[in-house]
């Protein structure tokens, strides 16, 4: 079928008019019958010393025939047909596209080299655009023109005239569209392929031995389709062992080198060395040093010189609290946590310290980090001198967490009911209706049931029954009694 796309005819570069037809292209430029005559006339070509008819406005020119005898300047074939002439030479007609600047596609958007206008439409189409509409074979699951079969179906041209054939390399039917190989075969040569390619970009032997046996054993783990989309890379993985070590490092270097973060993502290398014995993972180690990176990002939070100086005070006399053995890392990163929320809540100036005022906002504000930040105030009482109170009293304290848990179910009824809205309702109404604080959504038995013609929902936890209104009872202007 002949395509209803024909590239953009330009006017003449010499007089500006239109043409259908160029009868000269020079330097990627294109004159007409009339400037042709006028523009181009005969004299001796420079390099071949035969007569041509060249341009006036250009002295260097050479005739048609000193153009083409040079190669290609991209893909260095010689004989061929000019499809372009630039300053560096000829360009093949295969080669021409490579050559044209960028532009979007009017039907995309994306960028393309390939822009050719529509008869029918009249828009610049890029090769995927032009042709007719594709989609997936849902036999061979190649990305084709679907026709109709007699029976209904949709399927490419190929699995429509021919069901199946019988597969190259393992024998098997597949498919007619898949073509000579079936699916796996395909996906085992090209996983083949990529890990041959790969094992020759390390320069030790340890580690190419390494990458092979890890290939062997990530095919038989995920599949060959997998296994050929991930192996390169799972391959900079290993290169930055080879780079680094030039063998199997221990897990303390890998963990000093990429962070546990990093070890986390090289996920599958992991599994590869710690099954085959080759790395022996350390849990505790693992978890001190994530401990150390949190804490880090912590002591960065603070945006003023001086809450930084107040909590570095703070977390030195944690640290040596557990040099002592009194505390452990993961206590000190949750009192810097609190540490850190009471400081951005008190938004200090410089050489300002937190007044009552500022510590009962907090408390107000996150009455869950009470304890937390208990250490914290009596560590500013004693080091600057203060007289803060540690502790709120017990029942402003239960008024606070109400009033935050009525915040909280005040903001949810401003949202839509998508996804686990129900769950994260429910919790918060156990935690104003109830004072229940510590209910988890994903242990929530519940189930709708009106009570006094108010919606809500009968929630069974720690074997009690309560009940607790639904949003939209609110959202229709009704109230529990």
């Known amino acids: 079928m002949a395509s209803h796309d024909t ?3 330009p006017g003449c570069h010499g007089c500006g008019g239109e043409m259908a037809k160029a009868k000269k292209v020079h330097a990627n430029k294109r004159y007409c019958e009339t400037c042709y005559a006028r523009l181009f006339k005969r004299r001796m070509c420079s390099s071949c010393g035969h007569f041509a008819r060249l341009p006036i406005f250009d002295q260097s020119a050479h005739c048609s025939a000193c153009e083409r005898a040079g190669p290609c300047v991209r893909c260095a074939k010689v004989d061929f047909k000019i499809g372009l002439r630039t300053q560096y030479g000829p360009v093949c007609k295969p080669c ?82 898949r073509g000579r190989e079936c699916e796996i075969c395909e996906w085992l040569r090209v996983f083949h392929k990529r890990l041959a390619i790969n094992v020759k970009g390390f320069s030790s032997d340890h580690i190419t031995e390494l990458f092979s046996q890890f290939g062997e054993w990530f095919l038989a783990s995920v599949g060959a389709h997998k296994a050929a989309l991930n192996i390169n890379v799972h391959y900079r993985f290993f290169a930055v062992l080879d780079s680094n070590w030039s063998a199997a490092p221990s897990y303390e270097q890998l963990l000093q080198h990429f962070g546990a973060a990093g070890l986390r993502k090289a996920e599958s290398p992991m599994r590869f060395l710690t099954e085959t014995g080759v790395v022996t993972v350390d849990v505790q180690l693992r978890d001190e040093h994530t401990e150390h990176r949190r804490l880090a990002a912590i002591l960065s939070e603070p945006s003023s010189r001086w809450s930084a100086q107040l909590l570095n005070e703070y977390v030195s006399v944690l640290k040596a609290k557990m040099e002592q053995g009194l505390t452990d890392l993961r206590s000190v990163r949750l009192a810097a946590r609190a ?120 929630v069974t936890h720690e074997e009690k029954n309560l009940w607790v209104p639904s949003a939209s009872s609110y959202r229709r202007g009704e109230h529990p009694g």
């Open 96 to 177: 021409r596209p490579y050559f044209n600047v960028p532009e979007p596609c009017e039907v995309c958007g994306r960028l393309s080299q390939r822009l050719a206008r529509s008869k029918s439409t009249g828009l610049r189409r890029c090769p995927s655009c032009s042709g007719p509409a594709k989609g997936t074979c849902p036999r061979c699951r190649r990305h084709r023109v679907l026709i109709s079969g007699q029976d209904g179906s949709t399927a490419c041209e190929p699995c429509t005239v021919a069901i199946s054939h019988p597969c190259d390399t393992c024998g098997k039917q597949m498919p007619a569209g």
């Open 339 to 458: 540490a850190v929320n009471m400081l951005e809540n008190a938004q200090l100036k410089l050489g300002e310290l937190p007044t009552q005022k500022s510590l009962q906002s907090f408390w107000r504000g996150s009455p869950g980090q009470v304890a937390a930040v208990a250490g914290f105030i009596g560590h500013l009482n004693r080091r600057h001198g203060l007289e803060l109170q540690v502790k709120p009293d017990p029942r402003w304290l239960s008024q606070a967490r109400r009033q935050k848990a009525e915040r909280e179910l005040v903001a949810m009824l401003s949202e839509t009911a998508e996804g686990d809205f129900e769950g994260r309702w429910i919790v918060k109404a156990l935690a104003y209706f109830h004072d229940v604080t510590r209910a988890s959504r994903k242990k929530l038995v519940f189930q709708r049931q009106d009570y006094r013609d108010v919606a809500g929902y009968s």
């Open 7 to 9: 590239p953009t005819p």
